[in-house]
């Protein structure tokens, strides 16, 4: 009989032999890349872009998307794409009520364009994948930064080609701030650090082999930009901002130490009541917030952040902490947190931006179905037996609408794993198989995980801007092709 793992297995073979050449993918066995030991090349941290000018209330950057050849493995130089020569792109610090305008010019030979995942923007900032930067040109985005603050990432969104583009390295982290943080009791500086995780496979010569939908062929992890790297941490609180760049590895994180995690975010924003995790599940674009505590932890010790859920041993250790100096703390942290007994440094209720009442706001107007799956007679990933067309809007909503999406992984034979994310709002994960999803889970969320066979049930207020967005499974070899639709926001009638 086979488990589940064989199952995804033998259904991404299927799909992908469906998809792609069988010639590609014997290709895609045969070519040994280089290799790195783990924990043998340090962690780095992306920089953060500064701003060219800012005003009373704007930041204004500037950034260019080009080729760009540089050391991903030790000794080697790849070619990549890149913002600013940057992989993974630069980190952009934006804050809460401050607008952030960024100039993107596009330095390929194709078209470019750029998406603020999580964010709440126009659709003429949204990076919709029909409004391309042409080669040599520039675009200015509009990020108003008028929402809670949340670790959300920006990433290319080009119609059939954000699969290859984001895979060669069109992502960066963008984290917003609220002024209001400050009244936590949250790291900063040094020990506010985001983690951009992601798959890849490189060739004999160290190239980035893009095979599309090929997740069982891509061996190497990467964070921030490096193969399974060590991480100097002092003993202090560290606060661990994951994002999963990927876009098809899953992950499901455990410290080997058996430590737990405290999650402070999801997706889009800070957690109502943060919550201790032994694991954590974290699927492409989604992202969680954790504190991670060093500070009663013996110097020289190593504790690696592993995926559990690896499809193969040498994929599983992802990270390795190396606890450094930084001596005993002072007197003035000596209140340890008891991850244990969740009695943690926030007191619940503390937490900003949440507003008083529940974000279950408004009269449930209209339920929609949308069936994922693969259609095995055209090899297209397609929702409601539709793949995507850019002239169609697969759901009008009238504005100030709250919804509720069912929404269903018909792939349970297959063993295809799926996602949905929706462009401009945050939702709530109600339900997952009839059953509730935890608060961890559950809210604020802009990307949701579909197992085989799960029926998720999510609900959205559609009260910010009108016009079309996207709605897309994230794993993005999928969303190419083309596991994508759009929904329209009008104005109330
Ligand atoms: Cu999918």
């Given at each position: 009989m086979l488990n589940r793992r064989d199952a995804i297995k033998l259904g991404s073979v299927v799909g992908a032999a469906l998809v792609f050449p069988a010639r590609q993918l014997a290709s895609a066995f045969s070519d040994d890349p280089p290799r790195v030991p783990p924990f043998s090349v340090p962690l780095s941290i992306p920089p953060v872009l500064k701003p060219t000018r800012s005003t009373a209330d704007t930041d204004y950057y500037d950034m260019r998307i080009a080729e760009t050849d540089l050391e991903i493995l030790p000794g080697i130089r790849t070619r990549t794409l890149t913002f600013n020569g940057s992989f993974p792109g630069p980190t952009i610090r934006a804050r809460r009520g401050r607008a952030a305008v960024v100039r993107q010019v596009n330095g390929l030979p194709g078209p470019a364009t750029v998406h603020l995942h999580g964010a709440d923007v126009l659709p003429s900032s949204d990076g919709h994948p029909m409004?391309?930067?042409a080669p040599g040109q520039a675009r200015v985005y509009r990020y108003p930064n008028d929402q809670r603050a949340?670790?959300?990432w920006y990433h290319d969104h080009t119609h059939h080609l954000e699969g290859e583009q984001v895979y060669r390295g069109l992502s960066g982290a963008y984290l917003l701030s609220d002024p209001v943080d400050a009244l936590l009791p949250l790291p900063g500086g040094e020990f506010d650090v985001p983690l951009v995780l992601r798959d890849a496979k490189f060739d004999s010569r160290g190239q980035l082999v893009f095979v599309p939908d090929d997740f069982m062929n891509r061996p190497t992890i990467l964070v921030n930009g490096r193969p399974q790297p060590y991480f100097e941490v002092k003993r202090k609180l560290y606060r661990l901002r994951l994002i999963n760049g990927s876009n098809l590895e899953v992950f499901r994180f455990r410290l080997s130490t058996g430590?737990?995690?405290?999650?402070?975010?999801?997706?889009?924003?800070?957690?109502?009541?943060?919550?201790?995790?032994?694991?954590?599940?974290?699927w492409p674009a989604e992202r969680v917030e954790v504190l991670v505590d060093f500070r009663s932890v013996p110097q020289g010790t190593a504790i690696a952040l592993q995926n559990v859920a690896a499809l193969s041993e040498n994929k599983r250790d992802i990270l390795q902490f190396r606890v450094g100096g930084g001596g005993p703390w002072s007197k003035s942290e000596?209140?340890?947190p008891d991850w244990n007994r969740a009695r943690i440094p926030l007191a619940p209720g503390r937490i900003p931006g949440w507003p008083a009442n529940d974000p279950l706001r408004g009269n449930v107007t209209r339920t929609r179905r949308f069936v994922l799956r693969l259609d095995l007679a055209s090899g297209q990933f397609v929702i409601n037996d539709k793949g995507f067309d850019p002239?169609?809007?697969?759901?009008?909503?009238?504005?100030?609408?709250?919804?509720?999406?069912?929404?269903?992984?018909?792939?349970a034979a297959l063993g295809i794993q799926h996602t949905m994310h929706l462009h401009l709002?945050?939702?709530?994960?109600?339900?997952?198989?009839?059953?509730?999803?935890?608060?961890?889970?559950?809210?604020?969320?802009?990307t949701v995980r579909l197992f085989p066979g799960d029926v998720v049930r999510i609900q959205a207020t559609f009260d910010s801007h009108l016009g079309r967005y996207p709605f897309h499974c994230h794993f993005l070899d999928h969303a190419t092709h083309s596991m994508m639709g759009q929904f329209e926001v009008v104005p109330r009638r």
């Open positions: 409004d391309p930067i949340a670790t959300l430590a737990t995690f405290l999650q402070i975010a999801s997706d889009g924003g800070f957690l109502r009541v943060p919550a201790v995790r032994q694991e954590i599940d974290l000596s209140v340890i002239d169609r809007v697969d759901a009008t909503i009238e504005h100030g609408s709250t919804e509720i999406w069912e929404i269903v992984n018909d792939d709002v945050q939702f709530r994960v109600l339900d997952r198989n009839g059953r509730p999803e935890p608060a961890y889970d559950s809210y604020p969320k802009d």
